[in-house]
């Protein structure tokens, strides 16, 4: 085995747009993906995900770059000679083929011996529990189902790679976190080379070795989903990873940096002067009586109660802070209009450079 | 929408030499079967001495019978149009809203379909038979004599039994469209039922009302053979007036203009059907349809005077369906009733000949006519290429026209050398090939935007190749397509008339114009005969091809089996 498993090295695709003209869909991506590694692409729709994976399947051809998997280049080899297996959304599963045919079908277009065959849809067939169902049509099965068959069908000619297009985007919230649990379980056993593309962040997080943010075409940061979570890089993926507030800060020296007229004790080593955002998630903020008449207390906005946490709006000053706490099961819960102060460890607090756009 | 960007794309096609070629040679069939007819005639209308002149036309205007036949046509048309319209939408508020017991829904629809696959002088010799000097209806039970069977109430009558039925398959899936909730909601605001069903089902359904008639319209403005057998001098209109230009007076140049005035408003009337109310046609509905139990929209009574009125209308056809029968198995229909099987004997030893060339015709246009609608429906639905727009534009042309002018422009386009191709089969077949596979075509695209196009890149990404994807995927799942093309090509090779009588030679003829010829010797015994033959064998053809739609497993089958019917 290669010391790799998919490397793109400065990836570019251009569209054509009716009215924009010629548009980047993914520019100048590089990224690496260890063998046995499942990367996540994450990001909102139009951000160039689904194209990425699409030139890895080979089923777009990048205008830039060169793709290799397993250290050959197949930046121009046709998807049929790639060694891929790719789950599609839709399942795009063949209708007028059985069950059993339509996992049997990458292994038949090879011209694998009929023995084979058999015995390798059957065993693959088990391992996601449908070898029940051979004989159905794919019409027969529920969406669950038919993406199990779709799984199936990709893994069982043995790929060099799997890919994923947002597999799980059709079903339902509960089965949803069932089938990533399934896949991520069958990945590791059989340990393939994976690229998944999916624009749920909880998704990501949940199946990923590894992920990489995507944002207009280009991957905004690359790391596990703590790196992601604790250091973003980007506004974007500090608002896109779980939910931030960004409180515009100044540094006055290297040791503190004021926001909104108070002084924090922040280390940075960013110029004196310049500006920055402070990413304060809401997880991080607690909540407890205040004073009225004290100048650092708050007012709170607006409280939802959502079970295991409620999440609060509060007014200091003219910033507008999200909190979120677990009041379910405490003695102190907080009314609109209440006058509260708010905490946070300050060592928790992430600093970000301020974008230049 | 974004496109692929061109650089990628010409090196794709240019790529592609199969493409390439695929598509050169179907634009030089495409210019000569289509575009050179079509300009010809148009160039014969209106070119002296290789100069413009509007001198034909004004000629043919300033004669009175033309002018009138001009707006004979639109007069029929129109009511055509109206007569059908109110009768396909009787039918097919019954069939939605009438809570008929299955079997009596699958018997109106059999007898609606019924006129669809005959040909086209099924129900003017039933006409002829009824209403003659020795009609059933008017001499025998009503005792009248001297009684005209032609003139404009018989074609009127005869055209709207023969198409209503589109008017009945354009309205009922909008009808069927239409929430029984929401009238039901109206109801429950206090609205009587003709209020509601004046004020929230009729608006609903009116671009299908519109599409219902104008499809109409075109359909009678284009019929050939009906206002030949039934209109008479009486009643002369365009398309009977520009054979008889060509066939009486052998003149060819009065004829093309007589169909090119036919083209305004047939023109006039598709365009607005296509880019107007065609895209208007479906209802909307919002929210979730409600349980469809029978809706208590319409009272029973009406319910009960709905379903006589079907009812009668449907043995109506049945009768002369069973006329047809019946006096293709006596000796001379209302003057001697004596059993014979004389008038097959003719067909199949005379008529022996009409009926070979008719099958041996629609045996080669058949799977040419197939194979051609679905190599061009999937170039249009799956393939980039330069001039994809004009070629289905293109493609479509002689479906839209009528048929006396595609008749006409054949006939003068292949009458002399370079091309000369009048008198063989090829023409015919040809004729047939482009008037009648658009209807695979459109099948074939319809079927393609049904099948997701990530269907074909999961078998590529299973490592088949182009070749074993269009084989093992693409093929399988638009050959229900393919067969609809079959039996649409088969069908009207049996039943058209309007163009290809143009065609037909001393050593090649048809059974339509054996039939018309039969019909103007008044033997009508043999004229009957033929057009039993002629149902009986495309009703055993079309069930051969349902059962074989029905055995391919895709899903898309049924559809087809509907556009088979439905074209």
Known sequence: ?357 | MMRAASAVKRRRVASDPTLLVTVLILWVLLALFVLLPLGQLILQAFLDEGRFTLAPLLEVLADPTHRASFFNSLFLGASVGGFGTALGFLFAITAVRGGLARHWLTFLDAVVLLPLVSPPFTTSISIVFSFGPTGFISHDLLGLANVSPYGYWSTALAETLTYFPIAYLTLRPILAAIDPNLEEMAFSLGGSRWQVFRTVTLPLAVPGFANAFLLLFAASLADFATPLILAGNAFPVLPTQAYLQITGMFDFKGGAVLSLVLLVPAAAVFLLQRYWVGRRTYVTVTGKIGQRSRSKAISRFATVLLTAACFLVATTIVYFYGLLVFASFVVAFGANDTFTWNHYRVIFSEGLPAIRDTLIIAGIGMPLGGFYGVLVGYLIARRRFFSRQAMEIVAMINYALPGTIVGIGYLIAFNDPPIALTGGALIIIACYVFRYSPTGIRATVALLQQIDRSIEEASSSLGASSGQTFHRVTLPLIAPAFFAGLGIVFIRSMTAISATIFLVSLSWTLITVRILENMTELALGPAAAFSVFVVVAVFVVISLLSAVLARLRAPTASAAARSLLGG
Do not use: W
Not at chain 1, 27 to 48: F, K, Q
Not at chain 1, 260 to 283: M, N
Not at chain 1, 336 to 357: K, M, N, P, R, W
């Open chain 1, 1 to 357: 085995m290669s010391s790799t498993g998919i490397r793109l090295e400065h990836v570019s695709k251009r569209f054509e747009h009716t009215a924009k003209g010629e548009v980047y869909a993914v520019r100048d991506v590089n990224l690496t993906v260890a063998p046995g590694e499942l990367l996540t692409l994450l990001g909102p729709s139009g951000c160039g995900k689904s194209t990425t994976l699409r030139m890895i399947a080979g089923f777009e051809e990048p205008d830039e770059g060169i793709i290799s998997i397993e250290g050959r280049d197949v930046t121009r080899v046709l998807p049929n000679k790639r060694g891929i297996g790719f789950v599609f959304q839709n399942y795009a599963l063949f209708p007028h083929l059985s069950i059993f045919e339509n996992v049997a079908y990458g292994l038949k277009v090879q011209g694998r011996p009929d023995a084979e065959i058999i015995r390798s849809v059957t065993e693959v067939l088990e391992l996601v529990g449908l070898a029940k169902y051979e004989r159905q049509q794919p019409h027969q099965l529920s969406g669950g189902e038919q993406q199990r068959v779709a799984l199936a069908r990709a893994v069982v000619f043995h790929p060099k790679v799997l890919l994923f297009d947002e597999p799980l985007s059709n079903l339902d919230a509960k089965l949803r976190v069932e089938m990533r649990e399934q896949i991520r379980a069958l990945q590791k056993r059989i340990g393939i080379t994976t690229v998944y593309v999916t624009h749920d962040q909880e998704e990501a997080m949940a199946i990923s070795d590894r992920i990489a943010v995507m944002d207009r075409g280009q991957v905004a940061q690359e790391g596990s989903a703590e790196d992601l979570y604790f250091r973003p890089a980007t506004e974007f993926v500090a608002r896109f990873i779980g939910r931030a507030n960004l409180v515009p800060g100044r540094v006055m020296s290297s040791g503190d940096v004021e926001v909104a007229g108070v002084r924090l004790a922040l280390p940075t080593d960013r110029p004196i002067g310049s500006t920055l955002q402070l990413v304060i998630r809401p997880e991080m903020i607690d909540l407890a009586p205040g004073r009225p008449g004290d100048p650092e207390t708050g007012r709170v906005l607006q409280r939802t109660f959502l079970g295991e946490k409620t999440d609060y709006e509060v007014l200091i000053g003219e910033t507008k802070l999200q909190t979120c706490r677990n009041d379910a099961f405490r003695a102190a819960s907080f009314d609109v209009g209440d006058i509260v102060t708010v905490h946070f460890d300050i060592h928790h607090v992430h600093l970000l450079a301020e974008e230049q756009s």
